[in-house]
């Protein structure tokens, strides 16, 4: 054990020089690193806290455990009024100094609090510390008035908001549902049907659920409908939007509900919503288009599922006939009736839910229309043996960044691998790790060390080029503000790449951009890092079991031991439909 220790010390000091403190020695009681306000402080004495605390009093009580002296303490009271929310945070540091306690008390004032409200924001922020402290009607009385604050902040600015309440009831995961979702009880129909077309695609899956289950209730207690929604003045251009997030997320069926007539009316208001009427491609990226209403008609009920795939199958009929005939506005006839992008569009979504049937009957509208010949889907490349190794060798770039995260992702590969016996090497800049031999066949990944940087990347490529290794896999491992950098990674010969960012879905376009026959998986949501490790711990061992990599096998096992729920937003590569969808449309326009 002091050896392998030795070893990931050895690999982790090979870092480049960081003349930053080293972590925690500034760290503040969040174990967020101080700002330079705080840093100046802590040079500057008394005088210069009381100054921080008077100017920016949030990073004052943040920061408080750095400043024990009994003026900083006169500081910080005088402070409350300014921000008792910021002083409630600070309870746990307050608490254990004296007379913190009357600093947290007078923080704890109920009229002071509410006019302190702001967008509602600052209670959910410290709603746990809030709980332990406050009576229960005072508590129920304040959070009555930040849930109205945070509808009303909504509606003033539903843009920046949105991502803010979502990265919120992500942060509440583990909180009671009934707490979790109380956020929304000031929330019309109209705030929660933008919250979830704004920031669905970003959101936990179970956040997701939680926002679309509060909306079918809010419809019912309004004696409105998911219809009523779609045709109205201040819903409609967002939902398009909607229609993708929820059917995406794997909620088609609440959005449909069990009326067969409803539904086809508001598959038909979706498809006016998702194909433009002046016949341009969508504003949403058309194989996302694709895919969702391919999603969309994967339903159990047979009853909504035909009525469906016959709106479908009218709409794409439509899309072919003149308009002088039809009297839509929306098609747009260039050379041919194949040759509208609303044809194309409905078509391929068509083939693609057609390649789903896998038996069941569609209805004799949907077969009528030939979706499968007309509209023949990409084949998805194999991964091969012949792909993935070169002399009974794999090859990976695994990419790691100087932040938190990355520093904590790096040494869960160093120890994974170790107590898996793989060889690990210290280069300049970079660590080689190299499995134990199986059948023949061995794995070199070659990843960052984190703090090495640009320099550390180019020593990695120039000593693959040197040792004659070309990756086949490409692994980014860190927050989507990374990606950028991964994505230079990616070659045109890359066979697969593995996206464990959160939203890394989003990268499926410019991915398949730069390597049109690699296999994509990705987050539709979440990335963690235990979920991307055990992850590509069975491509690992199905790689050396195999020499190849067959999804059926690696998704059984993944599903067996991997339990965290947030596995669920990992796409499967070939079943993802946007996927299937992108190269479709890619080789429909190349045709054209």
Known sequence: MAEARAADERIMSSRASDSRPPDGQTACADHEPASQQVLDALFGGDAAFADLARRS??????????????????????????????????????????????????????????????????????????????????????????????????ARDPAGMAPKIGALLDDMVDDPPADRFRITMAMSSEDLLGLIARIGPQLYTSSLDGLVNILRIQVKLEKRSFLAL??????????????VATVAGGRAASLFGTNPAIA?????????????????????????????????????????????????????????????????????????????PARGIIGLAGSLHAARLSGRAATPAFEAERFSQNHPLAALPVLSGQRLFRNGINVQRMTFYDDPDGRASFRGFLRQHRAQGWALHAQSGFAVAISPERHGRRIVIVADIPGAGDAGRAAAWDWMAR??????????????????????????????????????????????????????????????????????????ERLLADGAIDWNAVWKEARGRIRDRRFASYKRPDQDSANLAFRAWQIRTAAH
């Open 264 to 340: 086809r009316e508001l598959m038909r208001e979706s498809l006016r919503a998702l194909l433009p009427a002046d016949g341009k491609p969508p504003a949403i990226d058309t194989a996302v288009v694709i895919g969702a209403l391919a999603d969309a008609m994967d339903l159990d009920s047979p009853a909504i599922r035909a009525a469906l795939e016959d709106e479908l199958a009218a709409r794409y009929r439509a899309a072919g006939e003149p308009p002088a005939k039809t009297g839509l506005q929306d098609v747009s006839i260039r050379g041919g009736i194949g040759d509208t």
């Open 57 to 154: 009093p949030a990073e004052a009580f943040r920061c408080s455990s750095l400043f024990p002296g009994d003026a900083a303490l006169a500081a910080l009271r005088d402070a409350v009024p300014q921000a008792p929310f910021d002083a409630v945070g600070a309870a746990d540091q307050l608490s254990t100094r004296p007379g913190g306690e009357e600093i947290i008390a007078r923080a704890l004032d109920l009229g002071l609090l509410t006019r302190s409200l702001e967008g509602g924001m600052p209670f959910y922020e410290t709603r746990h510390e809030l709980r332990k402290r406050l009576p229960k009607t005072d508590l129920r009385a304040l959070e009555i008035h930040a849930a109205k604050a945070l509808a009303a902040s909504l």
């Open 467 to 540: 040792e004659g290794l070309a990756p086949s896999i490409v692994i980014h491992r860190g927050h989507s503000y990374h990606e950028d950098a991964t994505m230079t990674e990616i070659a045109p010969g890359t066979a697969l790449v593995f996206w464990g960012s959160c939203g890394g879905h989003t990268r499926l376009r410019s991915t398949l951009e730069r390597a049109p026959d690699a296999l994509v998986l990705a987050t539709q949501n979440i990335g963690v890092s235990t979920v991307n490790e055990a992850l590509l711990g069975i491509m690992e």
């Open 230 to 243: 779609a045709r109205e003045e201040r819903t409609r251009p967002l939902w398009a939007e909607f229609f």
